[in-house]
């Protein structure tokens, strides 16, 4: 093995281990990494013949590749090391491999000077250099073992025009090439950018609203809203990034609306768009891809002319993929002419003259040159550069099809089906059939792959059409009358890879998770637009229902919730259109279930009685099939539903129905979950001690950090929504120091959870506890996190929250907003009963009548005592005492009875005060004494603080 400490020389080229580089004169050569592994492979024995199969082992462990892979890499090896004088350094012997034959001399790394460092591809020159900083997103980088051919000029305009321009289209036909240079250009200028470049492909799409959601994702943020371009533009304001918006043309009046709001409202935010026709948006230059410069019409012989052949990029495009696909392809003399022709006849379109290059091996130059003048005679009207260049590739590709063997023409035509990447397993199950098998059809897919048909997609792993080759082999699927059959095999495919997605999650984290199902996003989308067809023509109805059911968990956790919502009402909807028979229960019961969480978390109060009825027909479906595990789901729905209305009675009910459920079950998992309901449930309602017995024993038991999101409606980190009702319930008790300390760790496990909702739940928690105990930073951090997430991720409900609290904090901290922002405040549509009963314990100015009818009938629980407190505020400054001192006297009381040793401290201290007017300070002294002498921590807090004040005050002379 050569040392990582030695360069190795040969011929005019030093290659270093260490830093993986190769360098020619002192510049740098770039390959492919398999490219440099095989070189370095071949340099470690020179002289002697490695076969094939060392090879492949040596460079692709632990993966099965086709030789084809092999002999792509070696080519593009041998045009990286083939010199002016004509060298060649790696040579083929026939039947047993390849050998490296120029002599080889190795010398320590320091002999051959510094190492120089790696720079941009030939004719690009980076914009200006920032600051270094950490790149949050790489560039997207190309996997093509290939170098870019003729793109010289407009990778140099590119590297100066980006930088620049915000908004520049490289506007082209289908296969021109426009995002081979895009990515190129990508790669070069990402430096300059501070956070880096990013790929967004809109080719898997097929609407307009979707064009945000696909940005969002691209830039690691869950959109959870259809249109989310508020949280995009939040998002990307300070950002010093350069977007790659690649395949642009059928969502142009989406792209265009969004680049010009990008480019309004986030300065440092810069555009490369692809597409067949311009964006048409303001402020748009727009760069035309010529197709490749052609060789000229042959006016000589002899070396000079074949040498000006060799160098025009058409012609060099060609020999380098005729000799990826065959070793021993050369231009000389003889095939020259037909070469030339053959670039002519295509037009110079990169995609025509790499698939025509793909059939050389298969035909020779001068056969395919033949058959290629056939294939145009019907393409002869008048002048051919006169025509539309689309017909000229839709022309090649009628050559390539009708060239293709039989199964592989089947097999091309069926891969139509896949809008995204699609790995070889799922090719296989959808693609057999018809006599093909899926050995077959594995078969078909490498060759198809070698003749540039199909394109790798992150490498072996998957593949993709082309666009236009999509589109051209759809429309051969629907002419063979195989559409229909396909589609629904893709749909099988689809769901059967879903079913142990749930499963899945319990047992993996969530980012592996995400690496297995996230990708699946857009197989799931193309499933149910064929499945849920409206117009009867195509689908498959049940089909659909089922991939709606099973496909929860992936948008739930890819926080797309708002397309989920309206898939799952699409689907339900065309079932009740169908006819009772459409719908059984067993697959209704969890459609229901999941449309009751989707409006939980994308509707507003309009949306509460869908909702409800949502989770109520879950609940009845799952009775009537006698399924316990569906019914513990649809109870825990239920009981959410109420607490979420501010029911907290119903939502007792139904967690005592699920604890007879649970003890049916005998599960522990289950159990400790109706332990965890039960403790939220006596928060509630205002019984703090029974409430902290549930949690000492959820906190003791040896499974209480389980996830327990089983899909059957738990739907959040049940571990931190535990913590932050103990946070509440440890303040509520007169331990606020303990109270802190917990929803710190809330907020703390929130962030590193990696899921929006459950985030959501660990920073309100912060929010509640810093904002009762007056901690201004801590509380103002909390605050600021909820509303970052909830722009980001598009929830807003949970921006309600976090307007609530800032405004909170402002009154308590010198800065008080008008009537008018309350009065907009408690009139939200989000407002809800829950949230009337939060916002009257943070100040009283938010206090509303709905709170106070609440309270009055009983239905507030755990806020009754503050909020007669403070209704009896009010009063003692409108001057009614009396009044005052009954409701103060009275929401004692109630503090006492429910165990909430702080709702006590503020209402001794109101009385106190209200005592203190009527002169009678020993009595008010005495009462607020014996409350605060209760606490043994927290004297630091606002409540204690404001109460020793009164109490010192009260203990001075008149």
């Keep these: 093995m050569t040392s990582n400490h030695t360069a190795i020389l040969f011929g005019a080229y030093r290659l270093v281990p260490s830093e993986r580089a190769l360098f020619e004169g002192g510049q740098p050569v770039r390959l492919s990494g398999r490219a440099f592994d095989l070189l370095l492979a071949l340099l470690e024995r020179p002289g002697e013949v490695l076969s094939k199969d060392e090879l492949i082992a040596r460079v692709w462990p632990s993966t099965c590749v086709e030789e084809g892979n092999l002999r792509v890499h070696i080519g593009a090896l041998r045009r990286a090391l083939r010199d002016a004088s004509g060298s060649q350094y790696v040579e083929n012997v026939v039947g047993r491999g390849y ?36 790149v949050a997103h790489p560039a997207p980088a190309s996997i093509s073992p290939f170098r870019i051919i003729g793109r010289d000029d407009t990778l140099r305009h590119l590297a100066v025009q980006v930088p620049q321009r915000r908004l520049i289209t490289l506007a082209g036909p289908g296969g021109i090439g426009k995002t081979t240079v895009a990515l190129a250009a990508a790669e070069a200028l990402a430096p300059g950018f501070a956070h880096g470049a990013i790929l967004v492909d809109l080719a898997p799409l097929t609407g307009g609203a979707q064009v945000t959601s696909a940005l969002a994702l691209a830039l690691g943020m869950p959109a959870m809203s259809s249109d989310p371009l508020s949280t995009l533009v939040a998002h990307l304001h300070a950002m010093h990034v350069l977007l790659v918006l690649d395949n642009c043309e059928h969502l142009i009046d989406s792209v265009a609306a969004l680049a010009e709001r990008l480019l309004r409202q986030a300065p440092r935010v810069h555009m490369l768009a692809t597409s067949r026709e311009p964006l048409r948006a303001d402020a748009e230059w727009v760069h035309r891809l010529p197709p490749l410069a052609l060789p000229p019409v042959p006016s000589g012989h002899g070396t000079a002319a074949l040498a000006l052949l060799a160098a025009t990029p058409a012609v060099q495009l060609f020999v380098e993929r005729a000799t990826a696909c065959m070793d021993s392809f050369r231009l000389h003399e003889d095939n020259a002419a037909a070469v030339a022709d053959i670039c002519r006849r295509l037009d110079g379109i990169p995609l025509a003259i790499e698939l025509a290059a793909g059939r050389a091996e298969f035909f020779g130059v001068h056969g395919l040159a033949a058959r290629l003048e056939d294939c145009f005679t019907v393409l002869k009207r008048g002048r051919r550069t006169a025509l539309p260049r689309h017909q000229t590739l839709r022309a090649t590709l009628d050559w390539s099809y009708d060239m293709l063997g039989a199964a592989e023409q089947a097999v091309l035509r069926r891969c139509a089906i896949f809008r995204a990447p699609f790995t070889l397993d799922c090719a296989a199950d959808v693609a057999q059939s018809g006599g093909i ?18 394109s790798a997609d992150g490498g072996a792993a998957q593949f993709r059409l082309l666009g236009t080759t999509r589109a051209y082999a759809l429309d051969k699927l629907r002419a063979s009358g195989e559409l229909a059959v396909v589609a629904r095999r893709y749909a099988q495919r689809c769901r059967d890879f879903l079913r142990p997605a749930q499963a899945e999650l319990e047992r993996q984290p969530l980012q592996a998770w995400l690496a297995t199902y996230g990708r699946s996003i857009d197989h799931v989308r193309a499933v149910l637009d064929w499945t849920l067809n409206a117009d009867g023509a195509e689908g498959d109805l049940a089909l659909g229902l089922e991939l709606c059911a099973l496909s929860g968990p992936l948008w739930y956790q890819l926080s797309l919730m708002d397309e989920y919502r309206s898939r799952l009402q699409q689907a339900l909807e065309l079932a009740r259109q169908a006819g009772a028979d459409a719908l059984a229960p067993q697959l209704e019961m969890p459609l229901a279930l999941a449309l009751g969480h989707a409006l939980l978390h994308t509707g507003d109060q309009a949306d509460n009685a869908a909702r409800t009825q949502a989770f109520a027909r879950a609940l009845e479906l799952a009775q009537q099939t006698g399924d316990n595990a569906s019914r513990m789901g649809a109870l825990w729905g239920c009981y959410i539903d109420a607490i979420f209305n501010g029911d907290y009675q119903l939502a007792l009910g139904y967690a005592e129905r699920f604890g007879v459920a649970a003890a049916g079950a005998g599960g522990e998992l289950h159990q400790l979950a109706h332990a965890r309901m039960l403790a939220r449930t006596m928060h509630y309602l205002g019984h703090q001690d029974r409430a902290r017995r549930h949690i000492e024993f959820v906190a003791r038991h040896p499974l209480d950090r389980a996830r327990l999101s089983h899909g059957r409606g738990f739907q959040l980190d049940q571990h931190i929504s535990t913590m932050a009702i103990h946070s509440r319930v440890l303040w509520l008790q007169g331990q606020p120091e303990q109270a802190m300390e917990v929803a710190r760790a809330c907020v703390e496990t929130g962030l590193q959870a990696g899921h929006g909702i459950s985030l959501c739940f660990a920073v309100l928690a912060g929010c509640t506890i810093f904002t009762w105990c007056g901690d201004e930073a801590e509380g103002q951090r909390c605050t600021g996190l909820m509303l970052d997430h909830a722009q980001r991720c598009a929830l807003p409900q949970w921006h309600f929250w976090g307007e609530g609290y800032a405004m909170a904090q402002r009154l308590l901290h010198g800065q008080p907003p008008g009537e008018k922002e309350v009065f907009v405040l408690q009139q939200d549509r989000h407002c809800g009963n829950l949230q009337v009963d939060v916002l009257a314990t943070l100040h009283p100015r938010l206090l509303t009548a709905r709170a106070i009818a609440r309270a009055e009938a009983g239905c507030a629980g755990w806020s009754r005592a503050e909020v007669m407190r403070c209704q009896g505020e009010a009063l003692f400054r409108a001057g009614a005492v009396e009044q005052a001192g009954q409701l103060f006297t009275l929401a004692l009381a109630i503090a006492a009875e429910q165990g909430a040793l702080a709702w006590e401290l503020r209402a001794a201290t109101s009385l106190a005060h209200l005592r203190s007017a009527q002169g009678r300070r020993q009595e008010a002294r005495a009462q607020l004494e014996g409350i605060y002498s209760r606490y043994t921590e927290g004297h630091a807090t606002r409540d204690l603080q404001t109460a020793r004040a009164l109490l010192d005050e009260l203990a001075r002379p008149n």
Excluded: M, T, W, Y
Aim: aromatic share 2%; with cysteine; proline share 15%.
């Design 99 to 134: 050998s490296f034959v120029a002599p080889v001399r190795r010398v320590a790394q320091d002999a051959g000077g510094a190492a120089e460092r790696p720079a941009h591809p030939p004719g690009v020159q980076a914009g200006p250099q920032p600051e270094p900083q950490p």
């Design 437 to 454: 098998s899926a050995e077959e059809v594995l078969d078909c897919i490498a060759n198809l792959a070698a003749k540039s048909l199909l």
